[in-house]
């Protein structure tokens, strides 16, 4: 009897440990190179924050999916019922993780928050800028979305409303997020880590991903050797320099696109053959592998060529000194004050190797001719340069930025950056103005043919600004998961899509 | 003594009160925090909401006066960036920074204090030569290279300790050794020169004519000595980590107080600036108050 109990003491203590190591196994560890300042869903499209909580606690109404388009998420169906509405249905048997269900009167609830006046939430004020939403709840799991004015890409904006249940409060940041996701927020160590751990009543598949613990450090060398040593699973965001390990190490196009805006509104910058002059400048070439990542792509316009309206016919402008020095001889024959001194302004921090960027740029146009001078501000002085409104007495302007969008669509760049009363656009110009506003307005196949054409008129028509790099960001992943970065691990890591090999 | 205190009480209070006022205009001209906390495509009406809801519209003045109100209730106000009260992240961070300043400290007192009497008792001998190499290095060497360095070679290479982090004993392994390096290297100096000061002195030298033995000559009768000078070196490291070891906090994710205090000026985040400031000011006037009533228990001579 008592050899019988030894050996059921021992299959007990032999599943207890192996069903502990099974779960180790099937944890993650993420390093992070931020700490999160909070874990609110509506702020969720900050990088550090959207990489905890989006999709993993709080999912969204619709979901843009690399490869394939706007898919469903907490809503099945979308359907226009003009006049700015559309009509959502949503996903049922859903519930939340206080085991509340979902119903239309969280979404309601969601975007009343989002977008009201009583918090300010990054994704109200990144994407419903300026836009009145107002809902209508036709039954449990179907809700009328109005925007005004009309918004034919509303279902893409959705894709950014992260879902909370109804009893969220309106007026402060939740500090225990809840939302319908495969994981449930458990616990916030403030300075030393997150944990998250799989939600059993989860709507959709079980993830492979049963507990995930969130580190974070600074320095990306120590991110790289965390996952070098195995203390961590994945470093979403490693410097170039660190990444020197191909088996561990993912370069992937991070949906930033480096460009000069330029202003347009002043001399000599108003006149198109010192644009085209600008642009024939820039040996773009010459920072890829150098300065910049390998992998860095030439850039032709705003957005990386995965989003929608992408116009890959467009070739970037070759490094053509000697003609640059023509266009500015020619407008200087026509009285155009082409010695007049521009002001290159750059963004301290805004990328690596900024400094060592702008200064190449800088001798690039001084080498054609231009009379420049760089000026390099840190975030709150640049933006007095790059954003409306406009110092009166401030002379040509070219100002870097580095602009990210990883929505797959262009209305999320195109309006704030070109079109006339775009809050950071240095174009006035009606033409463009009616392109952005018809391609914004169009849906399917021409809404895709009308922004290639935008792209086309703003890049090689009106030469709008500078175009430069859609650049490369680096992740390390450890070999026992399989997974690969992609552009949306600049704003988000689904646990849920990572399993182990 | 009491009267002593009570004067270096108010002299204290006079000095903090200065700073408060000086941080709380001299962050203002650093700029306006809504750029930073919002993207760069939010719309005019959501940065003055922004502005509204942080009282970042109202004058200067009427800032300062709202700060100076709610301070007296001994109130800092919320910070931007987490949504919390400031003080309450303050002292939350100020904690791990006092537990590292500590243990780093108590480490580097006592081994900085044996090695350099003993490098003192026989100047230009071989021991007193490698302390004197190793620490001169240790105090100049640059603390983040030894820290990158310390990882790459403890951590990755030999996978002795863990790179970095809080959770366990081996996690204080690096961040108190890169730490530890370059006080101990300057206190060890100090040290050595006050002790070939005392062992060379008249009193020393009869204590060696009457026979007394090498040990209490060192530890007893000459530390005792010249270990004025020593403290003062001393509470200047300290206080340099009460405000927060930066570099290694930021490399070894030690959430102390001087990571906290860099993001916040960084991020504009004044009301944890302010409470941070404070707490460590509050911390540094503290210790050196216990540094003088040190010097009056060392020697008699000094009485205030």
């Given at each position: 009897?008592?050899?019988?109990?030894?050996?059921?003491?021992?299959?007990?203590?032999?599943?207890?440990?192996?069903?502990?190591?099974?779960?180790?196994?099937?944890t993650?560890t993420v390093v992070l190179s931020e700490e999160l300042d909070?874990v609110?869903?509506?702020?969720?499209?900050?990088?550090n924050?959207?990489?905890v909580?989006?999709?993993?606690?709080?999912?969204?109404?619709?979901?843009?999916?690399?490869?394939?388009?706007?898919?469903?998420?907490?809503?099945?169906?979308?359907?226009?019922?003009?006049?700015?509405?559309?009509?959502?249905?949503?996903?049922?048997?859903?519930?939340?993780?206080?085991?509340?269900?979902?119903?239309?009167?969280?979404?309601?609830?969601?975007?009343?928050?989002?977008?009201?006046?009583?918090?300010?939430?990054?994704?109200?004020?990144?994407?419903?800028?300026?836009?009145?939403?107002?809902?209508?709840?036709?039954?449990?799991?179907?809700?009328?979305?109005?925007?005004?004015?009309?918004?034919?890409?509303?279902?893409?904006?959705?894709?950014?409303?992260?879902?909370?249940?109804?009893?969220?409060?309106?007026?402060?940041?939740?500090?225990?997020?809840?939302?319908?996701?495969?994981?449930?927020?458990d616990e916030y160590n403030v300075g030393q880590n997150i944990t998250l751990?799989?939600?059993?009543?989860?709507?959709?598949?079980?993830?492979?991903?049963?507990s995930a613990t969130y580190l974070f450090r600074s320095d990306s060398a120590v991110r790289s050797a965390m996952v070098?040593t195995g203390e961590a699973d994945?470093a979403?965001?490693?410097?170039?320099?660190?990444?020197?390990?191909?088996?561990?190490?993912?370069?992937?196009?991070?949906?930033?696109?480096?460009?000069?805006?330029?202003?347009?509104?002043?001399?000599?910058?108003?006149?198109?053959?010192?644009?085209?002059?600008?642009?024939?400048?820039?040996?773009?070439?010459?920072?890829?592998?150098?300065?910049?990542?390998?992998?860095?792509?030439?850039?032709?316009?705003?957005?990386?060529?995965?989003?929608?309206?992408?116009?890959?016919?467009?070739?970037?402008?070759?490094?053509?000194?000697?003609?640059?020095?023509?266009?500015?001889?020619?407008?200087?024959?026509?009285?155009?004050?082409?010695?007049?001194?521009?002001?290159?302004?750059?963004?301290?921090?805004?990328?690596?190797?900024?400094?060592?960027?702008?200064?190449?740029?800088?001798?690039?146009?001084?080498?054609?001719?231009?009379?420049?001078?760089?000026?390099?501000?840190?975030?709150?002085?640049?933006?007095?340069?790059?954003?409306?409104?406009?110092?009166?007495?401030?002379?040509?302007?070219?100002?870097?930025?580095?602009?990210?969008?990883?929505?797959?669509?262009?209305?999320?760049?195109?309006?704030?950056?070109?079109?006339?009363?775009?809050?950071?656009?240095?174009?006035?110009?009606?033409?463009?103005?009616?392109?952005?506003?018809?391609?914004?307005?169009?849906?399917?196949?021409?809404?895709?043919?009308?922004?290639?054409?935008?792209?086309?008129?703003?890049?090689?028509?009106?030469?709008?600004?500078?175009?430069?790099?859609?650049?490369?960001?680096?992740?390390?992943?450890?070999?026992?998961?399989?997974?690969?970065?992609?552009?949306?691990?600049?704003?988000?890591?689904?646990?849920?899509?990572?399993?182990?090999? | 003594?009491?009267?002593?205190?009570?004067?270096?009480?108010?002299?204290?209070?006079?000095?903090?009160?200065?700073?408060?006022?000086?941080?709380?205009?001299?962050?203002?001209?650093?700029?306006?925090?809504?750029?930073?906390?919002?993207?760069?495509?939010?719309?005019?009406?959501?940065?003055?909401?922004?502005?509204?809801?942080?009282?970042?519209?109202?004058?200067?003045?009427?800032?300062?006066?709202?700060?100076?109100?709610?301070?007296?209730?001994?109130?800092?106000?919320?910070?931007?960036?987490r949504?919390e009260?400031?003080?309450d992240a303050v002292l939350r961070a100020f904690a791990w920074t006092l537990q590292l300043a500590l243990i780093t400290m108590s480490l580097?007192?006592?081994?900085?204090?044996?090695?350099?009497?003993?490098?003192?008792?026989?100047?230009?001998?071989?021991?007193?030569?490698?302390?004197?190499?190793?620490?001169?290095?240790?105090?100049?060497?640059?603390d983040f290279?030894i820290a990158i360095?310390a990882i790459?070679?403890f951590s990755v290479?030999?996978g002795w300790v863990p790179t970095s982090g809080t959770g366990t004993l081996w996690h204080w392994i690096l961040p108190v050794a890169v730490l530890f390096?370059?006080?101990?290297?300057?206190?060890?100096?100090?040290?050595?020169?006050?002790?070939?000061?005392?062992?060379?002195?008249?009193?020393?030298?009869?204590?060696?004519?009457?026979?007394?033995?090498?040990?209490?000559?060192?530890?007893?009768?000459?530390?005792?000595?010249?270990?004025?000078?020593?403290?003062?070196?001393?509470?200047?490291?300290?206080?340099?980590l009460l405000n927060g070891a930066v570099v290694v906090e930021t490399i070894f994710g030690f959430p102390g107080v001087g990571k906290l205090m860099i993001d916040?000026?960084?991020?504009?985040?004044?009301?944890?600036?302010?409470?941070a400031?404070?707490?460590?000011?509050?911390?540094?006037?503290?210790?050196?108050?216990?540094?003088?009533?040190?010097?009056?228990?060392?020697?008699?001579?000094?009485?205030?």
């Amino acid at each position: 009897m008592k050899y019988q109990n030894g050996r059921v003491a021992a299959i007990l203590l032999a599943t207890t440990i192996a069903g502990q190591a099974m779960a180790q196994e099937q944890t993650v560890t993420v390093v992070l190179s931020e700490e999160l300042d909070v874990v609110e869903p509506c702020m969720a499209s900050r990088s550090n924050i959207g990489r905890v909580v989006l999709q993993n606690i709080a999912e969204t109404v619709t979901e843009i999916v690399p490869g394939s388009g706007l898919q469903p998420r907490l809503a099945t169906s979308w359907e226009d019922m003009g006049g700015g509405t559309w009509r959502f249905t949503l996903r049922e048997g859903v519930t939340f993780h206080d085991g509340s269900s979902f119903t239309a009167e969280d979404v309601a609830h969601s975007i009343a928050r989002t977008t009201g006046d009583q918090i300010v939430c990054e994704i109200g004020a990144k994407f419903f800028g300026g836009i009145a939403i107002t809902t209508d709840i036709v039954d449990e799991h179907t809700i009328d979305i109005t925007a005004d004015p009309a918004q034919p890409i509303l279902p893409l904006l959705m894709s950014t409303m992260t879902v909370v249940p109804a009893e969220t409060p309106m007026d402060s940041f939740v500090e225990t997020p809840v939302g319908t996701g495969p994981y449930t927020f458990d616990e916030y160590n403030v300075g030393q880590n997150i944990t998250l751990s799989h939600y059993e009543n989860y709507w959709g598949d079980m993830p492979e991903v049963l507990s995930a613990t969130y580190l974070f450090r600074s320095d990306s060398a120590v991110r790289s050797a965390m996952v070098a040593t195995g203390e961590a699973d994945i470093a979403p965001n490693i410097a170039v320099q660190d990444a020197t390990d191909p088996a561990t190490d993912y370069a992937y196009p991070n949906s930033e696109t480096v460009y000069l805006r330029v202003d347009h509104e002043i001399a000599p910058l108003n006149d198109v053959r010192v644009r085209e002059a600008l642009n024939l400048a820039v040996d773009r070439q010459a920072f890829v592998g150098t300065v910049l990542a390998d992998g860095t792509l030439l850039a032709t316009g705003m957005t990386p060529p995965s989003t929608l309206g992408y116009n890959a016919e467009l070739e970037p402008y070759g490094y053509d000194p000697d003609r640059a020095r023509e266009l500015l001889q020619e407008a200087a024959a026509d009285g155009v004050a082409v010695d007049s001194s521009i002001t290159l302004i750059g963004r301290t921090g805004n990328f690596g190797n900024v400094l060592e960027t702008m200064e190449a740029l800088l001798q690039m146009f001084q080498d054609v001719g231009f009379n420049m001078e760089l000026k390099m501000f840190e975030v709150a002085e640049w933006e007095n340069s790059y954003s409306r409104p406009f110092a009166e007495d401030r002379g040509p302007t070219l100002v870097a930025a580095q602009h990210d969008n990883a929505n797959g669509d262009p209305v999320f760049s195109m309006y704030f950056k070109y079109a006339s009363d775009g809050l950071q656009s240095g174009i006035q110009d009606p033409q463009l103005d009616d392109m952005i506003a018809a391609a914004t307005a169009a849906t399917g196949e021409e809404r895709e043919q009308l922004w290639s054409d935008t792209f086309a008129y703003i890049h090689d028509e009106i030469v709008g600004d500078v175009m430069l790099f859609h650049m490369v960001g680096f992740s390390r992943v450890n070999p026992r998961l399989a997974f690969e970065p992609t552009i949306k691990t600049n704003s988000e890591l689904q646990l849920a899509q990572i399993s182990f090999n | 003594m009491k009267s002593f205190l009570g004067k270096r009480a108010i002299a204290s209070a006079i000095s903090l009160i200065g700073l408060i006022v000086l941080v709380f205009f001299l962050s203002r001209l650093t700029g306006d925090p809504t750029a930073l906390y919002l993207p760069v495509d939010a719309s005019l009406e959501s940065r003055e909401q922004f502005r509204e809801l942080h009282g970042l519209n109202d004058p200067l003045i009427v800032q300062f006066g709202t700060y100076v109100s709610d301070l007296v209730r001994f109130d800092f106000g919320d910070s931007i960036r987490r949504s919390e009260p400031a003080l309450d992240a303050v002292l939350r961070a100020f904690a791990w920074t006092l537990q590292l300043a500590l243990i780093t400290m108590s480490l580097v007192i006592v081994t900085a204090v044996i090695v350099g009497s003993l490098a003192a008792f026989h100047v230009g001998g071989v021991f007193d030569r490698i302390t004197t190499f190793f620490s001169l290095v240790g105090a100049s060497a640059p603390d983040f290279w030894i820290a990158i360095v310390a990882i790459v070679l403890f951590s990755v290479n030999l996978g002795w300790v863990p790179t970095s982090g809080t959770g366990t004993l081996w996690h204080w392994i690096l961040p108190v050794a890169v730490l530890f390096i370059r006080p101990f290297g300057l206190i060890l100096q100090v040290v050595r020169g006050s002790m070939i000061s005392v062992l060379g002195s008249a009193y020393v030298k009869t204590a060696r004519a009457k026979g007394v033995r090498n040990r209490p000559i060192i530890f007893v009768h000459g530390l005792r000595n010249a270990m004025l000078p020593v403290i003062t070196v001393i509470g200047d490291q300290a206080a340099a980590l009460l405000n927060g070891a930066v570099v290694v906090e930021t490399i070894f994710g030690f959430p102390g107080v001087g990571k906290l205090m860099i993001d916040s000026i960084l991020q504009r985040d004044f009301s944890v600036v302010l409470a941070a400031i404070f707490v460590t000011a509050v911390a540094i006037f503290v210790m050196n108050i216990l540094i003088d009533i040190l010097y009056a228990v060392l020697d008699p001579r000094i009485r205030y």
